[in-house]
């Protein structure tokens, strides 16, 4: 073991554990099995990894330990339960994942199902299609680029309602005559979230439907923390007290918003260590990608104190 007083506590945050199947990642989603093996072997040689509640009481008594970590999964893949939970009992970490309870069961995330139909597109390279998102005219075509039409469009469906939203896609899968729908990154089933915590993995809570918690009404932003927290507890049949925000993003209103609803934590994605001085209810978390072993400890060491 090499753990080091001087490492300041860090809380991970990762979301699918997979090879991507040849898909595009286009924001960094992904760690392969293999690399997320291999941070782990690095991550109990390097630091104490301790649950999320257990770095919440040390904030609470005011003795936050040095040389600690925290490993996060946030959306609620199946591939978590699949395939990261095996991988996390094996080595002896425990972790937390954040769901967001309005995909359980489904064939798709929506961004995903984006990315999906853009990169199977049969039709990209033969026609020009035009779709009218809100004001947006957004065209489709070989000159735009794929990356570029793929992260226009999410930035238009993000605030879209899911109605809306699913109505688009469905428009965009038809039109595009893109590949069968369905993901080997599929959400959680009912069943796998109560398997998932059935061991190392706490569950906690990540909404309804994966908004832009800034940009909703107070009785919209009330019922998607509120929601998700009851479909959770119900699921697990016990409390859930752990939050993350969508995105990372997170003001006044939604901090007072998951404090109202009984959370005793939430997580934000602000890429820094924890310190005395951070908010419970706004954590900092250092999002990890599908690097290699020597990668990762070399950033794990850029966090020393």
């Not at 991507?20 to 960094?28: N, P, Y």
């Not at 139909?117 to 990209?124: E, F, H, R, V």
Request: glycine share 6%; aromatic share 8%.
């Amino acid at each position: 073991m090499n753990i080091s007083k001087n490492k300041r506590p860090i809380i991970l945050l990762y979301h699918s554990i997979d090879d991507r199947c040849g898909r595009a990642d286009s924001w960094k989603l992904s760690v392969s099995p293999d690399n997320f093996r291999a941070q782990m072997q690095v991550l109990v040689s390097e630091r104490t990894v301790i649950q999320l509640e257990e770095l919440e009481q040390q904030m609470r008594r005011g003795d936050l330990k040095s040389g600690t970590a925290v490993v996060t999964f946030d959306d609620g893949y199946a591939n978590n339960s699949m395939v990261a939970k095996p991988i996390l009992e094996q080595i002896g970490i425990p972790a937390t994942a954040f769901i967001a309870t309005g995909f359980i069961g489904e064939s798709e995330f929506w961004w995903d199902r984006l990315e999906r139909i853009l990169t199977d597109a049969t039709l990209w390279s033969e026609m020009v299609h035009q779709i009218q998102i809100g004001p947006e005219l957004i065209e489709v075509s070989p000159m735009t680029g794929q990356a570029d039409t793929t992260k226009r469009i999410w930035a238009l469906l993000r605030d879209a309602a899911p109605p809306q939203r699913e109505a688009i896609l469905d428009f965009l899968e038809e039109s595009l005559a893109a590949g069968v729908r369905g993901s080997v990154n599929r959400p959680l089933s009912a069943e796998e979230v109560r398997k998932l915590s059935d061991g190392p993995i706490s569950v906690g809570a990540h909404t309804v439907s994966h908004p832009w918690l800034t940009e909703l009404t107070p009785s919209e932003l009330a019922r998607e923390i509120a929601d998700s927290k009851a479909t959770c507890e119900d699921l697990l049949g016990h409390p859930v007290s752990t939050f993350a925000y969508p995105f990372g993003v997170y003001d006044a209103a939604s901090l007072a918003a998951v404090a109202a609803q009984g959370f005793s934590l939430a997580c934000s994605t602000v890429p820094t260590p924890v310190s005395d001085d951070s908010d419970l209810f706004a954590l900092p978390r250092i999002a990890v990608a599908n690097w290699s072993a020597e990668d990762f400890i070399r950033r794990l060491d850029g966090e020393r104190g």
